[in-house]
C-alpha cells in the first residue's frame, strides 16, 4: 500500500499530468521517517557525511551532557531535580549491574552506562516530533549488539580460557542430552546478537512507524479525531517501550557478561 | 504481469506474518498474567523478580517483532 | 527478484525522465526525486546498505564521546556526591545517635538526681523525727524527772507531815494518858506511860 503502489499510480498520472495532486490524498509514507539524508546539500551519503544521523546523535550527546555533567555541577548533597534524576540513573544501572554480574561486573559498569544512556536518550530524541531515531536503525543497534557480543566472548575466553565453553556443555542435565543441549546452547549463543539488535530497532521502528500510520489517516476528516487519539495512545505506550528497550537491551547485556565472568551452568 | 504476482504474494505474505504479532500477544499477556499471579500470591518476593518480567516480556516481544520485521521485508524490500 | 531490480532501475530512469520532460509541478518534482533517491536501494531505509558506513561511523563517534563524557565527568561525580551523602547521613545518624545516647545520659542523670533527692528528702524527714522524738524524749524525761522530784518533794513533805503528826499524836497520847492517870487518881510515871503509848501506837 505504500510507495510502490503510489509509485505506480504516480508513473500513470504523470502521464495524464494535472490530477495526480487530488489523488494524493491518502498517502502513507511511514518508512520516509527513516531515510538518512545528508543535513547539508543534496550529496550522496558517504562515510564522513553529516547527515541527520549525525544531528540526532549530537543532540543525543547534549542530552546526556546536560543531565549528568551539567546537572550535577554543584554537587550538592541535597539534589536539585535534575541532579537526582542522573543520580537515579546511576544508581539504577549499578545496581543492576551489580545485582545481575555481581561484584566483579562492576568495572564494566562504565561502559555498560555508556550504552544504556546512549539508548535511553536516542530513544527519547526520537520521539519528538519530526526527530529521527537513530536507534531505529539495523545497522546502528547490530554494532551495538555486535560489540556486546565479541566483547563478551573475548572477555569470556580471556577469563576462563577453554572453561568458558563449559557454558555450552550443560553438566547438570543426563550425558545423552548434552550433545543435543549443547548445540541448541551453541545456536541460542549465536543468535544473541541478531535478537539483541533486531528487539530494540524493531521495536522503535514498529512504533514509529504505526504512529505515521495512524498520522496518514489523518488526512480523513471523519476518522481524523480517532486517529490523533490513537496517535496519543501510540505514543504513551512509545515512551513506555523507549524505556523498557533500553532497560532490555542493558540487562541483556549485564546478563551476557554475567556468562562471560561465571560461565558454570 | 510477473512482478505484480511476485508483488501481491508479498503483500499477502505480509498480511500473513502479522498473525505472527498475535503469538507475541499471547507471549506477552501471558508472562504478565503469571507474574501477576504470583505477585499476588506471594507479595513480598515480587519486587525482586521484576527484572525476570521484563526479560521475559523482552523476549516474547522480540519475536512479535520478527514476525513485524518479516511483514516490513516483504511490503518494502522485496 | 531480477525482474523487480530491472522495473526499479526502469522505472526510476522513467521518472527522471518524466520529469525532465514535462515539468510539470515543480513541489512535486522535488519530493519525487527525494523519493527516487531514497528509493534507489531496497524500500526500507534500514535495509539501504549505502547508508551504513555513514551511521556505524557516527555511532562510533557518539558512544567513544558519551563514553568519555561519562568515565571522566559524570560518573567520578555522581560517585563522589552519593560517597559524600552517604558520608553525611552516615555521620548525621551518627551525631544522632550521639544525640540520643547524651539524651539517655541525661534522663539517667535526672533520674538519679530524683532519686538522691528523694533519698535526702526521706533522710531530712527522717532526721527531723528522730530530732523531734529526742528533743520530745528528751523534755518526757526532763519531766519525769521534775515529776518525780516534785512527788519526792511531796512524799517527803508527807512524811514529815507525817511524822510530825505521829510525834503529835504521841505527845498528845502520852499527855492524855498522864492526864488520864492523873485524873484517876494515880501518879503517872512517865516511864511506863511513854512505853505503853509507844508499844500502842506500834500496834
Not at chain 1, 557454558?167 to 544473541?192: D, G, H, Q
Not at chain 1, 504512529?211 to 490523533?228: D, E, M, N, Q, R
Amino acid at each position: 500500500m505504500m510507495t510502490r503502489p503510489n509509485r505506480a499510480m504516480m508513473r500513470e498520472l504523470e502521464m495524464a499530468s494535472e490530477a495526480h495532486t487530488e489523488e494524493a490524498g491518502l498517502v502513507f509514507h511511514p518508512m520516509d521517517q527513516f531515510i538518512v539524508k545528508p543535513l547539508f546539500g543534496d550529496g550522496p551519503v558517504g562515510m564522513f557525511t553529516i547527515t541527520n544521523v549525525t544531528l540526532w546523535m549530537g543532540i543525543t550527546i547534549l542530552g546526556i551532557f546536560a543531565l549528568l555533567v551539567l546537572g550535577t555541577r554543584r554537587r550538592a548533597v541535597i539534589p536539585t531535580r535534575t541532579q537526582s534524576i542522573g543520580e537515579l540513573a546511576y544508581g539504577f544501572i549499578y545496581k543492576m549491574v551489580e545485582d545481575v554480574t555481581g561484584k566483579d561486573g562492576v568495572k564494566y559498569f562504565p561502559y555498560i552506562m555508556t550504552l544504556f544512556m546512549f539508548i535511553v536518550f536516542a530513544n527519547f530524541v526520537g520521539l519528538l516530533p519530526m526527530s529521527f531515531t537513530t536507534t531505529s536503525h539495523i545497522a546502528v543497534t547490530a554494532v551495538m549488539a555486535m560489540a556486546v557480543f565479541l566483547a563478551v566472548t573475548i572477555l569470556g575466553f580471556v577469563k576462563n580460557g577453554a572453561g568458558f565453553l563449559g557454558l555450552f556443555w550443560v553438566s547438570s542435565a543426563p550425558l545423552a542430552l548434552r550433545p543435543i543441549l549443547a548445540l541448541i546452547e551453541i545456536i541460542s549463543y549465536f543468535v544473541r546478537p541478531v535478537s539483541h539488535s533486531i528487539r530494540l530497532a524493531g521495536n522503535m521502528m514498529a512504533g514509529h512507524a504505526v504512529i505515521k500510520v495512524f498520522a496518514g489517516f489523518a488526512a480523513i476528516t471523519a476518522i481524523a479525531p480517532l486517529s490523533i487519539v490513537a496517535i496519543t495512545a501510540m505514543y504513551g505506550l512509545e515512551v513506555l517501550v523507549s524505556f523498557i528497550q533500553a532497560y532490555v537491551f542493558t540487562i541483556l547485556t549485564c546478563v551476557y557478561l554475567k556468562d562471560a565472568l561465571h560461565p558454570a551452568h | 504481469m510477473e512482478g505484480d504476482i511476485v508483488q501481491m504474494g508479498a503483500y499477502i505474505g505480509a498480511g500473513l506474518a502479522c498473525m505472527g504479532m498475535g503469538g507475541a500477544a499471547v507471549g506477552v499477556g501471558n508472562v504478565a498474567g503469571n507474574y501477576l499471579a504470583g505477585a499476588l500470591r506471594n507479595p513480598s518476593a515480587a519486587a525482586s523478580q521484576t527484572a525476570t518480567l521484563f526479560i521475559g516480556i523482552a523476549f516474547a516481544e522480540a519475536l512479535g517483532i520478527f514476525s513485524f520485521l518479516v511483514a516490513l521485508l516483504l511490503m518494502f524490500a522485496v | 527478484m531480477a525482474t523487480e531490480t530491472h522495473e526499479a532501475t526502469t522505472h526510476s530512469a522513467a521518472t527522471d525522465g518524466a520529469a525532465a520532460a514535462t515539468t510539470h509541478d515543480a513541489g512535486h518534482a522535488a519530493a519525487d526525486a527525494a523519493h527516487g533517491a531514497a528509493d534507489a536501494g531496497p524500500g526500507m531505509p534500514q535495509l539501504d546498505f549505502s547508508t551504513f558506513g555513514n551511521q556505524i561511523f557516527w555511532l562510533l563517534v557518539t558512544l567513544v564521546v558519551i563514553y568519555i563524557i561519562l568515565s571522566r565527568f559524570a560518573l567520578p561525580r555522581i560517585a563522589a556526591v552519593l560517597a559524600e551523602r552517604q558520608g553525611t547521613i552516615t555521620n548525621d545518624i551518627a551525631a544522632a545517635e550521639d544525640l540520643k545516647a547524651k539524651a539517655v545520659e541525661a534522663e539517667a542523670a535526672y533520674n538519679q538526681a530524683l532519686a538522691d533527692a528523694r533519698v535526702e528528702a526521706s533522710n531530712i524527714v527522717a532526721a527531723a523525727k528522730a530530732d523531734i522524738q529526742a528533743e520530745l524524749d528528751q523534755a518526757i524525761a526532763k519531766a519525769d524527772t521534775e515529776i518525780a522530784a516534785k512527788s519526792a518533794e511531796g512524799e517527803k513533805a508527807i512524811a514529815e507531815i507525817r511524822a510530825t503528826a505521829t510525834a503529835a499524836v504521841k505527845t498528845v497520847s502520852k499527855d492524855v494518858a498522864k492526864e488520864l492517870i492523873t485524873s484517876m487518881g494515880a501518879t503517872a510515871d512517865a516511864k511506863t506511860v511513854t512505853a505503853a503509848v509507844t508499844a500502842r501506837m506500834k500496834g
